[in-house]
């Protein structure tokens, strides 16, 4: 029934899953092309349909410090939180989910404390940082509170991902490296990072994603210069304008571009890999 | 920043040195579950100094006195009293639990489905890692303006209505698309629809298709491979699947405000109101009692299944 071979015949199954899955991306992708076409609203136009026109008004809104927001500047912020989030998550959570690979004294607990961090609601984690800073006398700041909001949320997530990652991941490669006479870093260096690098840099992805998309744990803790997300809910409160999804097309067509970019050069190094085993 | 990550990796440069003379080979090794500590510490100290410690403030806090003028110490159960003696809580609770519920059936239904026909329908890693890829792209944009998206598209004049009138199935715009319960759940399936996808994707890619080959060589029907292969050798998947969506329904701030057009309110809505207002010592009551609502779920789905056995081996 399943992986079948090319050329077997389909069962009714593939039909009826394939129309979900179609019916599926329709629902994910309709409203966004709806905000992707009404972020070309002509100038006097609104946040809904009719479109009144055609305009790039919008996106040059994007670039100019308005009176509401300053975009350029929160999105450099959010960039420059995420990347520092999603260095740290890899290292801290790598070495964790290598620890985790045998049973140690306080296993249970500290398990049970990232599950708990993980589904935590995220506006209380901020809240209960927030007031910790408050008591200690502390200002919350972009790379104190607001980063360790973030990283109570980005942890638990790596170490996850970890696990899945490190479950496929046969030991007997690192013993055969230390019979042949590896030690410890040249194991860790040569065979344990190459073999778990895809799962590391989909950790590494995956932290700055939710990084940069990060609200309810940063609002809380971020001081008063905001991130990107905080700057794109203080619009939505105070004006609406189809600046928003400008904003939203914008960020889909660079993460479009940039996928398609590594997935390209993904399959170029498996070309060239199969290359050199065949010569 | 880094030496925490420097410090966990110490451990692997302490435990042998390189072999020079085979003779003169000392090494000296730390116990494994030092290593392990060493490993996991960085890991251990964050949550602890940024999550156990801070609930533990809030819990603290929920006894406390407060006016307008600040909060003080002491021990009151006032503010649980309170927050048990008003309806409204037990109306946001139950709103919130209701919208969990059904979101919960709605995103495990589509997500298994859609993770089997990824895993086991489609042929060839390149066209899976794409269709993948086109699951996973929406959410790089922001979940605040994939939230908003909705409203032109289920709005009166909206895209949808437009083409139910279009096709000539609606003779005027449906309303009750907007602003309504409908809105909300259609919302969080939408933003929480991966959640359950990623998990349940990484369980199944670990049966062996063999597996499934062998039983319907052995005369099960299509239906009780499922019941009693795919579906119990998912269930971690699965488990973690429904606890994320569970708890981001229950955490949730931003949909139910954006997209109820007021008529229903969520928990953590309600508390951060409160947290504007400063009212620090009822928001932490609030606060203490979602946490252990939470926790009393989250400990049930995982009673049900031992994650924590599947996942780390």
Same mark, same amino acid.
């Given at each position: 029934m399943a992986a079948g071979r090319i050329g077997e015949k389909r069962p009714w199954t593939f039909y009826a899953l394939a129309t979900l899955f179609g019916a599926f991306l329709l629902f994910l992708y309709g409203p966004m092309f709806v905000i992707y076409i009404l972020s &070309?609203? !002509?100038?006097? !136009? !609104?946040?809904? &349909?009719?479109?009144v026109g055609f305009s790039l008004a919008w996106f040059r809104e994007i670039f100019q410090p308005g009176q509401m927001a300053n975009i350029p500047v929160s999105f450099s912020r959010s960039i420059g939180l995420a990347t520092v989030v999603s260095l740290l998550t890899v290292v801290i959570s790598v070495a964790a989910g290598l620890g985790f690979r045998r049973r140690f004294p306080g296993s249970g607990i500290l398990f049970y404390l990232a599950v708990a961090s993980l589904v935590m609601p995220s506006l209380l984690v901020g809240f209960g940082i927030g007031l910790s800073f408050q008591f200690l006398g502390i200002e919350p700041g972009l790379f104190t509170s607001a980063l360790g909001a973030q990283l109570t949320w980005t942890l638990p997530f790596g170490l996850f991902a970890m696990f899945a990652v490190v479950n496929r991941f046969n030991r007997s490669w690192e013993e055969a490296a230390a019979d042949l006479g590896a030690n410890a870093w040249q194991r860790l260096r040569h065979v344990t990072i190459p073999i778990l690098l895809p799962g590391i840099v989909g950790v590494a992805m995956g932290a700055f994603t939710l990084s940069y998309d990060e609200y309810a744990r940063t609002t809380l803790t971020i001081g008063t210069r905001n991130t990107l997300p905080l700057e794109i809910y203080a619009l939505i409160s105070s004006a609406t304008s189809p600046t928003l999804f400008a904003i939203g097309t914008l960020t889909t067509g660079v993460s479009f571009v940039a996928i398609t970019f590594s997935l390209l050069l993904v399959l170029r190094m498996q070309r060239r890999r199969a290359f050199a085993k065949a010569g | 920043m880094n030496s925490a990550g420097l410090i966990s990796i110490l451990p692997f440069a302490l435990r042998g040195r390189p072999v020079t003379e085979p003779g003169k080979r000392r090494r000296t090794r730390l116990p494994s579950w030092l290593v392990s500590w060493f490993q996991v510490g960085p890991l251990a100290l964050i949550l602890v100094v940024l999550f156990a410690l801070p609930t533990c403030l809030f819990l603290v806090v929920s006894f406390y006195d407060y006016d307008r003028m600040g909060i003080y110490p002491a021990f009151l159960l006032d503010n649980y009293r309170e927050l048990f003696t008003t309806r409204a809580t037990w109306r946001v609770y139950a709103s919130s639990l209701k919208f969990a519920v059904i979101v919960w059936a709605i995103t495990l239904f589509l997500g298994f489905n859609i993770s089997y026909f990824l895993i %086991?329908?489609?042929?060839g890693a390149v066209v899976r890692t794409v269709l993948f890829l086109l699951c996973a792209?929406? %959410?790089?944009?922001s979940g605040i303006i994939r939230t908003i998206a909705w409203i032109p598209f289920l709005g009166r004049n909206g895209a949808f209505n437009q083409i139910l009138m279009g096709l000539g199935i609606a003779s005027h715009p449906l309303t %009750? =698309? =907007?602003?309504?319960d409908f809105s909300v759940i259609v919302t969080y399936v939408h933003l929480f629809t991966l959640l359950m996808i990623g998990p349940i994707a990484n369980s199944l890619s670990k049966i062996d298709p063999a597996l499934m080959e062998a039983a319907v060589d052995a005369g099960a029907s299509r239906w009780r491979t499922m019941v009693d292969i795919v579906i119990p050798l998912s269930k971690t998947g699965i488990t973690l699947g429904s606890i994320l969506v569970f708890t981001q329904v229950m955490g949730d701030y931003f949909v139910v405000r954006q997209m109820s057009g007021g008529q229903s309110a969520s928990i953590v809505s309600m508390l951060s109101t409160q947290i504007q207002a400063m009212e620090y010592p009822p928001a932490s009551a609030n606060a203490m009692v979602l946490v252990i609502f939470v926790a009393i779920l989250v400990a049930a789905m995982m009673k049900v299944v031992d994650v924590r056995k599947e996942l780390v081996k």
């Open positions: &070309f609203q !002509g100038e006097n !136009g !609104g946040v809904t &349909f009719p479109m | %086991f329908h489609v042929r792209i929406p %959410f790089w944009t %009750f =698309l =907007l602003f309504s």
